[in-house]
Structure formats: C-alpha cells, structure tokens
C-alpha cells in the first residue's frame, strides 16, 4: 500500500484476532474504513461485531494482530488513539444520579474542554435528540430510550474525529430510531463513523460499505447495492391467483427449479427470472392473477445466501 | 485536571445515592450509638477486684489507692491473705484479684527514671466469664500502663500522686469502634468502582484518555471526603458517650485519617481483583470483619498466642488502635506512636501503588 494510501485511512486492522479462554472472538479480520466514511458491521449477536471495536477503541488487548486508528498503532500509543475517538457503547454507560448535562460535561472535560465550550456543544446535542427539557432531571428516572440518546451523544461532546457506534438504535422505539438515524446521516463525511448493528435495515440506510460478519469473520464487503446484486443473481417472484390447477403448477416445475404452492399462492424461484413470460403462460391457462411480484433482494437474503443462517433468530 | 472532573462525579454519585449514604454513615453510626449507649457513661459495668498488695511500699499503696480505685469499671477491695482472695473468687464475691509483688515500686520507679523495665503483676481470675475476664484484665493492663508512665517529683512521699487518666470501658473501647468504622470503607469504596465496571460505565470512561492512577485518585478522593465526615462524626459521639481524649486530638485524627487512606487503597485493590459489586463486597467483608477482630477493634489483642498477634501486627489496624488508643487515653505524642504511624502510611502507600498497578493490568486485558 503506498504512503497516500495509508493516510486517506481512519482505520486499518492487520489480521486482528481476539481468543477468549480458547474461544475465537474474532478471528484476523482485516480491514479498511476511509476518512469521512460509514462503515456498518452486520451480524448476529455473538458474531464478533462489539469484540472488534473494543480492540479499536483499546478496550481489549487483541491476541494477534493489531490495528491502526488514524494513523496510531493499538498497542503502542493507546492514549493518543482515546484522545481522537468517541466511543458510545453497547450497554448504556452513563452516570445514574447525575443530570444529563453533568454527563455530558464529565467526558467532555477528561477530553479538556472548557466550562463555556461544554455548555455550548451540549445545549446543541441535547436540542438535536430531545433531552433538552429533561436536561436537569438525574438520569436514573430516564426511560430506555433516552438513556439510550444521552449515551450517544456523550460520544460526541468532544467532537471526535472517529466515532465507534456499538448498536446505536438498540431497544429505541421507532420514532426515536428515525431521529437517531436521521442524525448519524447528519455527521457523515464530516466524522468517520463505525458502527455494528443487527438491524439489516439500519446498515443499509447509513452505511457507505458494510462488512458482513459471522464467526468472527468478515464473509462479504461492499456497498449495499453490490451486496445485494450477489443475491440478485438468484430471483423469486410471488403470484397470487385463483383457480390454480395441479397441472399448470407441474408444468411450471418442469421449467423452474424451485416452485412452492401455499393455497393461492406461488413462490417461484430461478436463476434471471423473465417475470413476463411467467404472466403470460399464467394468462394463456386462463389463470385469474391478483398480484404477482418480482421480491427485491434484502441484506438479509445475501447473509442467509453466505451462511445459510437469518440474522435474528 | 482530569482527576478532578472524576472526583466530582463520584463524589455527587456517592451523596446523591441516599440508600448508599445511609449505609456508608448510618451503620458504623448505629454501632457506635449501641456501643456508646451499651458501655458509656453511667452503666459502666463494675467489677469486683481484690488486691493483695505484697510489696508495701509508697509507689505501690499509689498504685492501689490512687490508680486502681480511681477506675470506675473496678471495684477494689484490699486483702492480707492471698488464701482469702482465692476463696472469695470461688464463692464469685470477686471476678479477679491482683497480687503486687515484691520489686513493683521499683520497678514502677526505673520507668518513671526513664529506664524502660517490665512490670510484674500477677492476676488471677476466674476464667468461665470470658468477657468480663477480658475486659477487667485488659482495664487493669491499661491502668498499670498509664500509672507507670506518669511524672511525678522524685519526693514521692511529699507530694500527692496526680492520675489524669481515668480508664473507662468508654475509653478503652472508643478507639477500637473507630477504626472498625472506618474499615467499612473498605467495602463501600471498592463498591463504587466495582458498579461503574458492572455497569460499563467503567469501560466507556477507559476508552476516553484517562491514566489509571487519575482513575483511582478520582475514585477514593470522593472516599477520602467521606473518611474525613465519618471520622468527625465518630469522634465527637465517642467525645459525647464519655470518651477521654487525654492527648493530642490532632494527632489522633491524623491517625484515623491514614487508616482511612489505607482502607480506601484497600478497597481499591479489590474493585481491581473483582467483576461485580456482589463479588466484591463478599470478598470485602471476609476480609474486613477478621481484620477487625483480629486488629483489637472489640476487645485487647494482648492476651491471643503471639502468632496470632504477629500475624495482626502486619496489618496496619492493629497499628492504628495501639496508636489511638494511646493518644486517646494515654496522652502519647508522635514519638511514642512512630512506629505505627509509619506502618499506616507505609500500608497506604503500597496499598495505591498496588491499585494503581492492578487497574493499569484490567485496563488491556
């Protein structure tokens, strides 16, 4: 990789691996996220998603390999790594009998801010995900969800140059889903942002590639749309219609390999699938069609397609 | 001044949590209240001592008229035959009698020269009543301690013997109570690190740029602020159940303040050993309530098999009631309690260092 290279990188991990008591964790993941780029990691619970950014925000020691974090090496110069990132983690850290502007100060004079400037970029922070009138009030009396705004934003008080989202939206209702992400799209290009969820559709809304990972590993990478074009390669369309008989439904197995009848409806399954000679053939049999579509592919049908597996059970 | 942000949270954490605050203040407030209300002032319990005095010479007719019947825990009757004594022990007339030997004046008078000597005294008690048994020697043990260590003019004969320390069970006990209140810091302290590290608070302030030891300063600095309350409290409800406070009190609370330091790096210590609060309070009383007892906080560590002793001795509890106790009922300055006081700031000092160390090795795991 050549010097230019390196330096348009936030991130770059080198066969990072982590063991727990013989157990692989995370097993040598490589990877680069660019500046100013978001960056998903999807899998299920267990996958190795919050393993991995604990490595990169120095909460654990990999087993082998390392990581550089814009530039500073994991092992070497931990403290200069904290002093440029954000981290809001998976369980909800905050400070139970403080207010939300005594949590919010806390992380960001560590970072060494001043008094004027904390106050400032609070008020900010607190309008934009609607704590502000609750601003005063100790946090333990919070419900979930704002707990769960308040933890985010206390990464971002310091106005960190990398911000690690460990499960951003996890137990928000879905209006309090939307504001969220509706403000983690406001930050792109401006922050590098990482973020791991289990929610295919928030990867796909955000995200400007996405690692898929199962058993520590990553089993694809790319933008959402090249992720799905994998799974384009095989189509399904779903026909709903009256009167159909035994024998249009054998006539449609001799010419596809997959076709599944559940009462009036058809599932039909194939490698570039003509959705209008379907129609057509239905027509000429005098089949009455109510609706027939052609399924769009969804991150979650290339992660069962890779590991065979859904990504929530 | 990072350590100071952490400071301030903590310290709000800790006196905005009232169920934690009731407990940090109320139960070591509790146990001095029953203590107090138990053995100060006017229930004072009396026992019954007889005392054979066989040396007969004007150090030890003080010894007895002056320093012994001035304790109100004792109740001293004199005899001539030590047959007597013994049958009166039997019959339960008295819990113990003393014989003074012969060589006791002396003895007393080469301490009193400034030449340190052993002092012989022989005590028989009845050994069925433990507590009692422990507390009248352990009263007599003190008096002697205090007589002996008295100035007076070298005409012993011309001048009255002048007693400053009247002994109570009060005095004996307030010192001891002290110290087993400040080691309930032990557990609270290493509480409140050990919550934030189960609530993954812990772990989001690791990923920011705090150094380990700003860590444990902002921790047991909010415990030190705490230590200093307690120690107030303690001293004037010891000062209000009839505790004397014979020498410097200045000097005692920088004694209580240094065994405070040394439970708080204590519980540091195990907040870095341990995973979770319930982990850490077991582990924090399995250590703190042997300690106590093993240190003398209930009752005199002098008459356990010296091992045992040794073994205390280590720890720097022991140390800091030998040295309360002395300032307190004694009135010993610094020089006499050095030792000691090295021993609490030696204990306070590793017992950082260590925390410091352990947390710098839970930080990378």
Not at chain 1, 227 to 248: D, F, H, Y
Not at chain 2, 348 to 357: E, L
Request: net charge neutral; with cysteine.
């Amino acid at each position: 990789m050549s010097r230019q290279d390196s330096n348009s990188l936030a991130v770059q991990t080198f066969k990072l691996t982590k063991h727990f008591n013989g157990l692989v964790a995370v097993a040598g993941i490589d990877l680069e996220i660019k500046k100013g780029e978001l960056f998903s990691l999807l899998g299920p619970n267990g996958a190795g998603k919050t393993t991995t950014i604990n490595m990169l925000c120095c909460l654990l020691k990999p087993t082998s390999g390392t990581a550089q974090v814009m530039g500073y090496d994991l092992g070497k110069e931990p403290f200069r790594i904290k002093e440029l990132i954000g981290v809001a983690p998976q369980d909800i850290a905050i400070s139970e009998h403080l207010n939300c502007w005594e949590n919010l100060s806390l992380i960001g004079k560590i970072h060494g801010m001043g008094a004027a400037d904390v106050s400032k970029k609070s008020r900010e922070l607190l309008e934009i995900v609607g704590l502000l009138e609750r601003a005063k009030d100790q946090v333990r009396k919070f419900s979930g969800g704002m707990k769960r705004r308040l933890s985010l934003i206390m990464a971002l008080i310091h106005d960190p140059q990398i911000l690690f989202l460990d499960e951003p939206s996890l137990g928000l209702d879905p209006q309090a889903r939307r504001t969220v992400w509706e403000y983690i799209k406001s930050l792109k290009v401006k922050k590098t942002i990482l973020l791991t969820t289990h929610y295919m559709e928030e990867a796909d809304s955000l995200s400007d590639r996405i690692a898929i990972i199962d058993e520590g590993k990553i089993v694809a990478l790319g933008t959402s749309e090249e992720l799905k074009s994998r799974a384009t390669e095989k189509q399904t369309m779903i026909i709903l219609a009256e009167n159909l008989n035994p024998g249009v439904i054998e006539s449609l197995r001799s010419k596809y390999p997959v076709v599944e009848q559940r009462n009036e409806e058809v599932l039909i399954s194939a490698k570039n699938l003509n959705f209008k000679e379907i129609t057509d053939y239905l027509y000429s049999q005098d089949i009455t069609i109510h609706s027939a579509t052609l399924k769009q592919p969804t991150l979650e049908d290339v992660f069962i397609q890779i590991t065979g597996k859904e990504l929530r059970e | 001044m990072r350590f100071l942000a952490l400071f301030t949270r903590n310290f709000k954490e800790t006196y905005r949590d009232l169920l934690a605050l009731v407990f940090l203040l109320g139960f070591p407030l509790i146990f001095m209240l029953l203590m107090g209300l138990a053995f100060g002032g006017e229930t004072t319990p009396t026992f019954p001592v007889g005392v054979v005095d066989q040396d007969k010479t004007p150090v030890s007719q003080a010894f007895v008229s002056e320093a012994l019947a001035e304790v109100k825990a004792l109740e001293i009757s004199s005899y001539d035959d030590p047959q007597e004594t013994l049958k009166d022990l039997k019959l339960g007339d008295l819990k113990a009698y003393i014989i003074i030997p012969q060589g006791f004046g002396n003895q007393v008078y080469q301490n009193w020269q400034g030449m340190a000597t052993n002092i012989t005294l022989n005590i028989t008690y009845d050994e069925s009543d433990i507590m009692v048994t422990e507390q009248v020697v352990s009263i007599i043990g003190a008096t002697t301690r205090s007589f002996a260590k008295i100035e007076v003019p070298i005409m012993l004969n011309s001048s009255p013997i002048h007693i400053e320390t009247k002994i109570t069970y009060i005095d004996f006990i307030g010192p001891g109570i002290i110290i087993f209140g400040l080691l309930i810091l032990i557990p609270n302290s290493a509480r409140a690190m050990v919550g934030d590290k189960e609530k993954g608070f812990l772990a989001r302030l690791q990923t920011t740029p705090v150094r380990p030891s700003e860590f444990i300063l902002g921790y047991s600095l909010s415990f030190v602020v705490v230590a200093i309350v307690q120690i107030i409290i303690f001293v004037v409800l010891a000062r209000l159940f009839g505790m004397d406070i014979v020498g410097s009190p200045w000097l005692a609370l920088l004694v209580f303040f240094f065994t405070s330091l040394c439970c708080i790096g204590i519980g540091m210590i195990v907040s870095s050993l341990t995973k979770t609060v319930n982990q850490a309070e077991g582990f924090c009383w399995f250590i703190s309530m042997p300690l106590a007892m093993l240190s003398g906080c209930w009752f005199s560590i002098e008459l356990m098999p010296s091992y045992l002793r040794s073994i205390a001795y280590a720890f720097p509890f022991a140390h800091a009631i030998d040295a309360s106790r002395g300032i307190l009922t004694r009135g010993v300055g610094l020089g006499e309690v050095s030792t000691d006081v090295y021993w609490l700031i030696g204990w306070a000092v590793v017992s950082f260092a260590a925390g410091i160390i352990l947390f710098r090795r839970s930080m990378a795991r």
